[in-house]
């Protein structure tokens, strides 16, 4: 507690983080956490770490007794010797010009400090070289608000950090979005689809106090929430449709897939989320759903390779779903742990094993044979039928009467030995390792927690584990604001981005844990922040103070996700069918490419593409075959789904420009949106604006509107001296044509409709 | 510097910016035109490279990889012994406890498979070669083969993920991912890193996109696939209707109203996206008149084989790769599936051999002849190599054989690789004798060849500096002319 506060208090005084600020400064006091280790573990860490394999003379620097003790390959000298600088071998090799005495060593290729670094040692060490366990292994607690010297501009909690960081780097926050741009991003944060225009004239019209808050009520109450939230957590739980090695049959773990949504629908707590998903089969009296939950350890891949060693595979699925688990929940990269004590973090090789012996008690086999004799779904499986769906499972989107089987976790009734595994190898165990989760984040107490997976679940979600509440409040986080409060999202370890702000993140994980880890309750907290309410203009200090708004003194702006850019084309031109759940679909996919990649084994060898109905879903429905994933998803940054993934990129490249323009997707639901306007009896003028207001979500100014009726008159022009390329421009789409208008003017609508499905603020949310 | 001369170009009016830039500066370096996050602060690496570390010996690759792993035993690596010991049992001291596929672990016996092929010595160094490849045997001297590969996985998605990552699970990027984001490309109009898939009639193994992954490297690494449909480049073509006139007003019109949201919201990600709808429409150009085969003189199309202007063969592949290259492109990736030949291998082998033989050699010679083999690397070669004993049943004119990982021939040409044999396997060709190659030094070879140090090429991510290597490998300096 007492060292929380103080290292707070360090950060409020001097926090400087490199990546954010450029140069660290070396007034005031030195922080071990935020200015020492990094460079320790950036450094040092590899030969003087944790990895007791790789140790090099003996010195190990992460630990204040090891570095303050005698040295043993250098006689009367000390590595490190609190208040001492100058009697302090480490300072002396690491600013010793000397390539032979110099560290780290040149051959390493970790590069020397850098003056301003060395000093920052210097004196770290004469203000007595104080170790503190790593920030994010101490639990949170909540500080008190700050007081902003602006006291006006706050609106909730969430301001009051946000404003005395940026008073703090000098830094004016903006005005609130307008209401046009605001809406939209909201609506695109909460649903993953822009607001219609009935939606949007609501809004305008409403000048009460609370018609923010009522939006986001509304928005949170929709069905589409629980679709826009799964998203992400489909990426974390590598979801996909086929086994993915090689061959690459089909796959059904898409129930799991509609539960998630509907957990979210349902506002179920984090807490439970997890239970539900860690260990929901060995819940008193599970059931069907608590089984189904389980599925998120089972949706990595699977071989169906014929010869395959069955242990070699069952050795790397556990793998899987510990890096999953360590990644995606702990925010932990425990794999570095497989083959090797972790260079960086406090995990032995050892607490790998243990933590890996969770998941080693299922009935799941390496091996279930070639493709051959592919299953929808490989031991231990879940089978329902439709009276559970009528009963207990309604989530389900089932389309056919006949019992389906899904991929879960289920115990074995013997108790199976982990063993450590040398250098990772399936094939040589060593010792035996009890089931334990690491000991540095915190204690497995077996009198709370029994050895088993529903004893991981219940550490996972304990109140005073310091992990699970601030990894899931930066995820979010960084579903809003593009960018978590620990950028590196996936990895809170040492080698790890540091918290820009971490009070923030403290207060908001005691806050979410204190409220029943209330999923909803924390978005609505975000969005209605005033921080989240900023305009998106950035002003050219803070591109220079906070080029990456790692601090927030704008609203966020970024390219919609993969999903969200296919749900904005097919929702704003009325093509969306908004059917929840159910079997992935295929739409629309360049011809080709599954059949040149395939053996021409199993039934996905080729791609049979759907047709009405199915061609119009979701983004998040689109069937992913993990050896080619959707072509247009992978282009916008999606993930492969190979592995877990908490963060995706987000690029900006010239083939995403190509979808954007020529995906038939786009091109159909232009024409469709020119023909509906088209059946209108309004002017031009009058379409072009709402086309507009449909797809950019607010007005166009004069300029805009003068520039796009300019354009609509010249590609008018066009089409009138050409009705033949009118004609083919409007053969695009399984969407019925509209028979009886003029070919001609709906060519013209379509292709001005076009050009603003290929504006950039359209796909961003601005 | 680039970075530098972008960002003053981007003050200037969107035409003048046009006029100075997208259509002028011929060389530019398309990695950068590329770079997605060219105006914000990226990772320390993203402006660190784009340069190699040393003088380059190869400036490009072209990967002619055999999927499914060709028999070195039947093409290569010429064994009389086993031909001698026909049907004899694999000698247990020469197994020496090598682990098995599923497919032959539970046979009770190996029998000893000679090659079906004769064996021949061509070229000056009278180098061994099985008659399945009589164009290659005309290229010998040019060909640096390496007999003494080795890897470790035993099953083709893992093995061929290795060769192709460095690591056998896992969402690592590609070579070809590595070598865009450490060189970037040449071309200002192509990407940096394209791949070509075929398929023979040998049984097949499927390719898999994480093979040319970019993995946690930016997506801009990815490696482009082209196909042989009328989309050269997925979505590249316009849609009926459009022709290049209606496209330019288009994105006259986009450009415009774009600036004006820069205007309002100061976003460099907007003047990013003009740029990247100026490239797509430069692409749009390139990208057709290089995958068009047809204007290929008559002794080119005589020199890779009448297959060459049948699209999606390896054959036309080789030839679309020579030109690729030709412009600029830094990695090119060609699979040929079918070589996975478990039983049938002497039927299977032949047509095998007849898809890829006279096209690789003839890429090798036309590289030579335009005078850019100096500065080619071109590689030859499988996951692993297949067995000496047979799988299933062994009759005189039959045969099958099991995945080998501990020895398998690979060959390399041009891009300042070392023209000769390296390596050496035992009597058997079970074990490597002389000089082992690991993938991983395979990996640290090719890009010294490249002139990037293999232990620089370094990507941090999830607290970890990543590298095509993993922490292993060493530059086979015999490999090196």
């Known amino acids: 507690m007492t060292l929380i506060t103080g290292c707070v208090i360090t950060i409020a005084a001097c926090f400087h983080s490199k990546t954010d600020n450029g140069r660290p400064d070396t007034s005031g006091d030195v922080s071990y956490n935020f200015d020492i280790r990094p460079l320790l573990s950036d450094k040092c860490f590899k030969c003087h770490g944790p990895d007791a394999s790789h140790r090099e003379a003996h010195l190990r620097l992460d630990i204040a007794d090891s570095a303050y003790a005698p040295l043993k390959n250098t006689k009367g000298a000390y590595a490190i010797v609190p208040g001492k600088p100058e009697q302090s071998e480490l300072l002396r090799r690491i600013s010793s010009p000397d390539p032979s005495y110099q560290m780290p060593p040149t051959d390493s290729h970790l590069g020397a400090l850098t003056p301003q670094e060395q000093r920052l040692f210097e004196k770290w060490i004469s203000q007595g070289a104080r170790y503190e366990k790593h920030w994010a292994f101490i639990p949170p607690v909540k500080a008190p608000l700050p007081t902003p010297k602006d006291a006006r501009w706050p609106l909730n909690e969430i301001d009051f950090f946000v404003a005395h960081k940026l008073e703090q780097l000098d830094i004016k926050p903006n005005e609130e979005a307008d209401k046009e741009r605001l809406f939209k991003r909201l609506s695109l944060d909460l649903t993953g689809l822009p607001p219609t225009l009935a939606q949007m004239d609501a809004y305008m019209a409403d000048n009460g106090k609370d018609a923010y808050e009522k939006q986001v009520d509304a928005l949170l109450a929709t069905p589409q929430y629980g679709e826009k939230m799964a998203v992400h957590w489909l990426d974390v739980a590598r979801y996909a449709d086929s086994y993915g090695y090689q061959d690459d049959n089909i796959r059904t773990q898409w129930p799991w897939r509609d539960w998630v949504i509907h957990a979210f629908n349902t506002n179920m707590p984090y807490d439970k989320f997890l239970v539900g998903q860690i260990a929901g089969d060995m819940l008193p009296n599970a059931t069907k759903e608590q089984i189904l939950a389980t599925a998120f350890f089972r949706n990595h891949k699977y071989t169906e390779e014929g010869g395959v060693v069955p242990e070699e595979y069952r050795i790397e699925y556990l793998v899987d779903k510990t890096r999953t688990y360590g990644k995606g929940i702990l925010g932990l990269t425990v794999e570095c742990a497989q083959c090797h004590d972790h260079k960086y973090d406090p995990f032995s090789q050892k607490d790998y094993y243990s933590l890996l012996a969770f998941f080693n008690n299922t009935k799941e086999i390496g091996y279930e044979g070639d493709v051959s004799v592919s299953k929808p779904a490989k031991m231990p499986i879940l089978s329902f039928n439709d009276s559970d769906v009528h009963n207990t499972l309604s989530f389900i989107n089932k389309r056919d009467t006949g019992a389906m089987t899904v991929s879960v976790m289920g115990e074995r009734d013997t108790f199976r030995t982990t063993y450590l595994l040398s250098r990772g190898r399936y094939d040589a165990p060593t010792d035996s390792v009890r089931p334990a989760a690491p000991k540095a984040i915190m204690s497995f107490d077996t009198t709370i927690f029994p050895r088993n997976r529903l004893g991981l679940a219940k550490w996972t979600v304990s109140r005073t584990n310091p992990l699970t509440a601030r990894v899931f409040v930066n995820q979010l986080w960084q579903e809003f604001f593009g960018r978590g409060i620990v950028k590196s999202a996936g990895d809170f370890g040492m080698q790890g981005d540091l918290p820009t702000n971490p009070q923030l993140l403290d207060w908001l994980a005691v806050d979410f844990m204190e409220h029943g880890w209330d999923i909803k309750r924390l978005v609505k907290q975000i969005v209605t922040s005033k921080t989240y309410r900023q305009s998106t203009r950035v002003t050219p200090d803070q591109k220079e103070k906070d080029p990456e708004n790692a601090y927030q003194s704008r609203g966020p702006r970024s390219r919609l996700p993969a999903e969200f850019v296919r749900d904005l084309v097919l929702s704003t031109s009325g093509l969306l069918v908004p059917t929840i759940g159910g079997p992935s679909v295929k739409p629309y996919q360049p011809s080709g490419l599954w059949e040149s990649a395939t053996s021409g084994r199993g039934v996905l060898a080729t791609y049979k593409q759907d047709h009405h109905d199915s061609l119009y879903r979701r983004g998040m429905y689109t069937f992913i075959k993990l050896t080619v994933p959707p072509p247009g998803m992978g282009i916008f940054d999606a993930s492969n789904r190979d592995q877990c993934e908490v963060r995706r990129g987000r690029t900006n490249t010239p083939l995403q420009a190509l979808v954007m323009l020529n995906d038939p997707t786009v091109l159909e639901a232009a024409r469709v949106l020119a023909q509906r306007l088209q059946a209108e009896q309004t002017s031009s003028d009058e379409k072009i604006t709402k086309a507009f207001r449909i797809i950019l979500c607010r007005k166009p100014t004069a300029t805009e509107q003068k520039r796009l009726t300019d354009y609509y008159n010249d590609e008018l022009a066009t089409f009138k001296n050409s009705p033949a390329a009118a004609k083919k421009t409007l053969a695009v789409g399984e969407y019925p044509q509209q028979k009886n208008i003029d070919a001609v003017i709906k060519a013209a609508l379509m292709r001005l409709i076009d050009t603003l499905y290929n504006l950039e603020e359209t796909i961003t949310k601005t | ?481």
């Open chain 2, 1 to 481: 510097m680039e970075k530098e001369l972008l960002q003053r170009h981007l003050h200037f009016n969107r035409r003048r910016f046009l006029k100075g830039l997208g259509f002028g500066i011929g060389g530019m370096a398309l990695g950068s035109l590329l770079m997605p996050d060219l105006f914000s602060k990226g990772e320390e690496e993203t402006a660190a490279l784009g340069l190699p570390h040393f003088a380059p010996k190869a400036k490009r690759i072209i990967y002619l990889f055999q999927n499914g792993a060709p028999s070195q035993l039947d093409l290569f690596d010429y064994k009389p012994l086993l031909n001698k010991m026909q049907g004899e049992d694999l000698p247990p001291s020469v197994r020496n406890g090598q682990r098995l596929t599923g497919m032959t672990a539970n046979q009770t016996k190996f029998p000893l498979a000679g090659t079906y092929f004769q064996f021949g010595q061509y070229g000056q160094a009278r180098t061994w070669l099985s008659e399945l490849m009589p164009y290659t045997a005309k290229a010998v001297d040019d060909l640096c083969f390496i007999k003494s590969m080795y890897t470790e996985a035993i099953n083709h998605d893992p093995a061929l993920t290795f060769m192709q990552t460095g690591a056998q699970q896992g969402n690592r990027p590609s070579m070809g991912a590595w070598l865009s984001y450490g060189l970037g490309s040449e071309n200002k109009n192509l990407p940096a890193f394209c791949v070509l898939l075929s398929k023979g009639k040998g049984n097949g193994q499927g390719v898999y996109s994480k093979l040319w992954s970019n993995g946690f490297l930016d997506s801009i690494h990815q490696g482009v696939q082209f196909s042989n449909g009328e989309n050269p480049v997925l979505y590249l073509s316009d849609p009926d209707g459009m022709d290049r006139l209606s496209r330019r007003r288009m994105l006259d019109e986009l450009s415009a109203l774009n600036a004006e949201s820069y205007k309002e919201f100061g976003d460099p990600e907007i003047n990013t996206k003009i740029q990247q709808y100026e490239m797509a429409y430069r692409m749009q150009t390139a990208v057709p008149e290089i995958t068009d085969l047809s204007k290929e003189p008559e002794d080119i199309i005589k020199l890779y084989g009448p297959e060459c202007l049948v699209p999606g063969t390896f054959a036309a592949n080789c030839l679309l790769a020579r030109k690729l290259s030709e412009s600029g492109v830094r990695f090119i990736q060609l699979y040929h599936q079918g070589w996975d030949a478990h039983g049938n291998l002497p039927q299977e082998i032949k047509g095998q051999c007849k898809d890829v033989d006279q096209a690789s050699a003839a890429l090798v010679q036309d590289l030579k002849q335009r005078g850019l083999l100096d500065e080619t690397l071109v590689i030859w070669g499988g996951e692993f190599g297949r067995t000496n004993y047979c799988q299933g049943k062994l009759s005189p004119e039959n045969y099958g054989r099991d995945h080998h990982p501990r020895c398998f021939t690979i060959w390399m040409a041009g891009g300042g690789s070392k023209p000769g044999v390296y390596g050496e396997t035992d009597d058997f060709g079970y074990n490597i004798v002389k000089d082992p190659v690991h993938v991983h030094d395979f990996h640290a070879t090719v890009l010294h060849l490249m002139g990037l140090d293999h232990e620089k090429l370094t990507f941090r991510h999830q607290g970890r500096r990543y590298r095509l290597t993993d922490v292993a490998g060493k530059v086979v300096d015999g490999l090196i002319a």
